[in-house]
């Protein structure tokens, strides 16, 4: 995105008018701490209806995702799914999420 030589209230200013690419960098973080910063910076940038529409995308997007992993058959691979907590894909025998440490019990990773 380039925004890191931004000022703040540029920044703010950005996401103000198209908050899209910062939906796309939070759907892609594990880190729980830049989610929370990003869905909090982007609610104070944004208008109400603004700001419903933007949640309203990022529970699409997230449904979409759960969907498309859903409908993927197990084909024989490590792969147990994905970390309930950030959305990485975990394997069978993981205990703990690689990217978040989320902690994986034996059925709860999402696949």
């Known amino acids: 995105m380039g925004d890191a030589l931004l000022e703040p209230d540029e920044i703010e200013e950005k996401i103000a008018e198209n908050p899209d690419p910062y939906i796309d960098l939070f759907l892609e973080s594990g880190d729980r701490y830049i989610r929370v910063l990003l869905l909090t910076v982007m609610k104070n940038c944004c208008s109400e209806p603004q700001w419903e529409r ?25 792969s147990a799914g994905y970390c309930p907590q950030c959305g990485t894909s975990v394997d069978r025998d993981d205990r703990f999420c690689r990217q978040c440490g989320e902690a994986l019990e034996a059925g709860e990773a999402d696949g």
């Open 54 to 78: 933007t949640v309203s995308k990022i529970e699409r997007r997230i449904e979409e995702k759960q969907a498309v992993t859903s409908t993927v058959e197990d084909d024989g691979d490590a």
